[in-house]
């Protein structure tokens, strides 16, 4: 069923990204089959709260999602720490890696 979050087999919703902190600008996917246009649930962890973002565009399993609009020059964080900048505006839902995020490293 396409446009549905993932559930276990009791029915319960399940956990679409996974945030460290609510400073972060980006979460990470932890399910296949994330597609654009779908409703997202994502996790928070260091306020144990729960935030939805719809997709965008599609994600693959374990890259990241932005959570906050970033623009051009600014900064990605992620587990609270700036780990790149933006090449290109960045919206909320939207696909973050390498195609629009330079890594700090280089």
Known sequence: MLGLPPSDTR???LIHF????EQDSVGVVVVEGVAAGQELQGWIMGEDREIRVRAAEDIPLGHKLAIKAMEEGGAVIKFRSDIGRATA???VGEHTHVHNVRTRRW
């Open 11 to 13: 029915g319960t919703q």
């Open 18 to 21: 996974i945030v460290h902190d």
């Open 89 to 91: 505006p960045i919206r």
